[in-house]
Nanobody
């Protein structure tokens, strides 16, 4: 079975930085897209950033210039470097992968990691 394992969340002060990691494992034939979503209390889950195999990226306007998504295809791992963090970045961050496993293409989700930005 495919699993996405996230790490790197925590508590930081405004202006600080964190790097999130998400490693996909299992019977993976191909990963088309990996991305990060976040969900704050009482709000809808939203796309933060995504990256395809060719390294084309997409960012939410709210994080452009502050966050950087990258991908290590050999390790089936995606990263999210978060700089200049703001209190409004506080949320549970979820890793997502659109991938091919056992001849079926599906979306998979990580368990989520809490990011809290507070003084």
């Amino acid at each position: 079975q495919v699993q996405l394992v996230e790490s790197g969340g925590g508590l930081v002060q405004p202006g600080g930085s964190l790097r999130l990691s998400c490693a996909a494992s299992g019977s993976i034939l191909n990963i088309y897209t990996m991305g990060w979503y976040r969900q704050a209390p009482g709000k809808q889950r939203e796309l933060v950033a995504s990256i395809i195999v060719g390294s084309s990226t997409n960012y939410a306007d709210s994080v452009k210039g502050r966050f950087t998504i990258s991908r290590d295809n050999a390790k089936n791992t995606v990263y999210l470097q978060m700089n200049s963090l703001k209190p409004e970045d506080t949320a549970v961050y979820y890793c997502n992968a659109d991938l091919l496993s056992n001849w079926r293409r599906n979306n998979y989700w990580g368990q989520g990691t809490q990011v809290t930005v507070s003084s």
